[in-house]
């Protein structure tokens, strides 16, 4: 069993959004403006989810400055159905390199299948370093 919350302590009473095929990740800059995208995430427990970037995207740099961030359900553009409330949350990165993030990456793989291999493909061609994000929800 994994030590972290990833994929083997999974249970029924996750937080709704973690069943969402997509969410629209929000940070926000040292000034305060929003920023959105749309992710892919993973159950982590209770009211924790998680998801992978590159570790120089955009978003980890913004979530190395304010952890910060809100998720909401969202179509693959990041676009959220009205009357669709966001959730706050607060975010930590984890290095490719831990098994937490090994956890992850599993958990990836068991929800969005040969999609995801297709992007861990894309990612090592590009040469670039994942990172893992990790999101407490208030």
Partial sequence: ASQSGFPGNRNT????VSAERYVRLTTFTKDGVRKDTAVWIAAF?????????????????RL??????????????????AGVESV????????????????????????????YRL????????????CGIVITLA
């Fill in 13 to 16: 009473l996750m937080h709704p």
């Fill in 45 to 61: 427990d209770n009211d924790t989810v998680g998801t992978t970037s590159d570790d120089d995207s955009w978003k980890v740099k």
């Fill in 64 to 81: 190395r400055a304010t952890t910060a961030c809100e998720i909401a359900p969202s179509d693959g553009k990041g676009r959220v159905a």
């Fill in 88 to 115: 706050a949350g607060s975010a930590r990165l984890i290095a490719s390199s831990s098994t937490e993030y090994r956890d992850l990456d599993t958990a990836l793989l068991e929800k969005y299948g040969v999609q």
């Fill in 119 to 130: 992007f861990r493909f894309i990612r090592r061609l590009r040469g670039k370093t994942p």
